[in-house]
């Protein structure tokens, strides 16, 4: 991808196993999806595909032998922006300094933040809800340098 091309990067966690028709649909167009973990079954990562390329890592409850390939981070360059995924922030024990986002899963909890200088997305959950916590999938929008995130809640 050259660095002056604009990259929408769909994201996508916490699944456990349930693939919303509302994510999909939410996800759709994007040039790339990151499942950031806790994917489930195999087949979410089918119905991923069937919007674009996918990248995604293994969470703390993917320990069934369909996970084995997926790895547990993952770095992904999108133009000149380097993405770290991890599962759970919380374990990031590589210094963030190196790339221009983390995205993340685990908590549920949809969030964007920045913090010196680096951008940290957690999508939230487009599965099972948890407590009261949003069903939601994110977006990223990669232009040159330029990185903006975006969360959509997901009426379900």
Avoid: C
Avoid at 52 to 59: E, R, T
Wanted: proline share 6%; no cysteine.
């Amino acid at each position: 991808m050259a660095a002056n091309q604009i990259t929408v990067i769909g994201l996508i966690s916490d699944t456990h196993g349930l693939i919303r028709p509302q994510a999909l649909e939410a996800l759709r167009g994007v040039d790339l999806v990151v499942h950031a973990g806790d994917i489930g079954k195999p087949q979410v990562i089918d119905s991923l595909k069937t919007i674009a390329p996918v990248v995604a890592i293994k969470g703390n409850n993917d320990t069934e032998p369909w996970a084995t390939p997926f790895p547990d981070t993952k770095l992904v360059k999108a133009g000149v922006a380097r993405l770290y995924i991890i599962h759970n922030v919380k374990e990031l024990a590589v210094d963030a300094r190196g790339f221009d986002a983390v995205i993340s899963g685990h908590s549920h909890k949809p969030s964007v933040s920045s913090r010196d200088g680096i951008l940290y997305v957690n999508p939230g959950s487009a599965g099972p809800r948890r407590f009261k916590l949003p069903i939601a999938v994110g977006k990223l929008v990669v232009d040159g340098t330029k990185i903006d995130a975006e969360i959509i809640e997901l009426r379900v």
